[in-house]
């Protein structure tokens, strides 16, 4: 994972991105499609009161540590914005093309299937900071 680019940006070097960066860039509570090393993620992150939300709705690809690095950069996103929860939603049950080893990677860390208040079912997963 060391070596996994987020649109041709090093992990390393985004993890010292200031605040206002991650405002304007990955804050932004938009639907945004993400290059995170081999992978094309469709998702949005937002903050509001003490709660970091990263919601993923498509991850074509990956498997070279995607979801850590996403992970890597939640948490300092939540630092920086002194939240005290990350609200990991991830739309992965009611794929066409499921991929299992996705589901079984989210069960392993923790997600569990739940009902999403206006997000639907989801897996889902809250991380305290």
Known sequence: MA???I?????????SWTEAEFDALV??????????GSASVLGQFSYTDKIRTVE???IDGGGEGVLPAITRIAKKAAQIKN???IECVIHAIHCANPN???????ERTGFAIKQVEGK??????RISV
């Open 27 to 36: 804050l932004t509570d938009k639907p945004l499609v993400v290059n995170i």
């Open 7 to 15: 649109e041709g940006v090093s992990l390393a070097e985004i993890l």
């Open 56 to 58: 993923l709705a498509q």
């Open 3 to 5: 070596d996994i680019q």
């Open 120 to 125: 639907g079912e989801a897996y889902f997963k």
């Open 83 to 85: 939240a005290e929860h």
């Open 100 to 106: 299992l080893k996705l589901r079984a990677h989210l």
